[in-house]
């Protein structure tokens, strides 16, 4: 029997970039919460070997058109657990592919990190999760969150999480429209007179996911009043709070590059949604309603001509 993870995809209720940091990254503060959409993996272990012993690495993906070597994050996260646990073992990974790619969903991301649960436990590696963190950054910015997913605020480069109370009830419907977008020129996109300042990632303290500094970037931490603001509504448990302050700084630039954007954010307050909002770098577009049903009938008012439409609801934490 193979064994099944989940790999759930991701909004940002809010998404605010502070500065550009000197290792070519944007330093920002986010609340990211898991969504029900998601991929699904598939691992067993796989007798064969490469020339060099190592064991060898099978991908296979369903339901979209990805490469299935190194260039797909789930072949590098196990050729990067071979490497640094030295575990000689193979794997052969079925990739159930549902997440749109390049929509903000953090689709590769998801799949990167429900690839490192799963293998952790397959090659009974014994990883600690602090382990799984720090592999996690490593891979991608949006990776370390896609470990435990719910309601984070993060910060860093995405990379250092505080858990947060669930966020509301509500349903979502996404557009996700034709074409995906690249998250690294959206980020190069973001006005640089605004971000006069390269912030120097040596002075930075290495804040890691452990209890205690998780607690200390939440009490300590001066937040930006973006993410302030969201971690408020969600403490109010009020959705009209949660839709009043959703914000995502890359919406701008996002929408220069593609104006017909804007038109769907338009449909989607028109249609009734109570707040709508791009997830991460787009080019997803999503709406919040009270509940799932809700998000279900507004998804008949929308024509299949804006893109894939889908109604979920929100993902709480994973055990791990
Ligand atoms: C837009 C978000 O999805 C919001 O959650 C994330 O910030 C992006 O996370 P991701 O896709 O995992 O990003 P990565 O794979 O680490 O980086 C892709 C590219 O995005 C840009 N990037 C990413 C994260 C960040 N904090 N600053 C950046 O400037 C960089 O140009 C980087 O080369
Ligand atoms: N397993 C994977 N699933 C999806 N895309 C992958 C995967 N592995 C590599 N990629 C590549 O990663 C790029 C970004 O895809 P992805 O769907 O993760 O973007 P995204 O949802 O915009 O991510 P994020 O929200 O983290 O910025 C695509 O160009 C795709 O070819």
Partial sequence: MPLVIPAYAKINLCLDVLGR??????????VMQSISLHD????????????????????TVAGADLPVGEENL?????????????????CSILLHK????????????????????????????????????ALA????????????????????RGEQLAFLEAAPDMGIILVKPAYGISTGEVYSKLNSAVYPQVINTMQKKDITNDT?????MLCLSDLGPPVLRMIKAIKSRQLPAVCKALYNILEEPAMKMHPNLLDIKNILFEQGAMGVLMSGSGSTIFGIT??????????????PSLGSIYAVKLQGAREV
């Fill in 290 to 303: 009270p509940d799932l049903e809700a998000a279900h009938l507004l998804s008949k008012g929308l024509s």
């Fill in 74 to 90: 789930v072949f590098r996260t196990a050729r990067i657990l071979q490497e640094y646990t030295g575990c000689r073992l193979g």
């Fill in 40 to 59: 699904l993996l598939e691992l067993s272990l796989s007798e064969e070997q490469e020339n060099n012993n190592m064991g060898k690495i099978i991908l």
């Fill in 98 to 133: 549902k997440i749109p790619v390049a929509a903000g969903l953090a689709g590769g991301s998801a799949d990167a990190a429900a690839a490192l649960l799963g293998l952790n436990k397959l090659w009974n590696l014994d990883l600690t999760v602090a382990e799984l963190y």
């Fill in 21 to 30: 940091r000197d290792d070519g990254y944007h330093e920002v503060e986010m």
């Fill in 137 to 156: 950054a490593k891979i991608g910015s949006d990776v370390p969150f896609c470990i435990k997913g719910g309601t984070v605020l993060a910060k860093g």
């Fill in 212 to 216: 205690n500094d998780i607690h200390n």
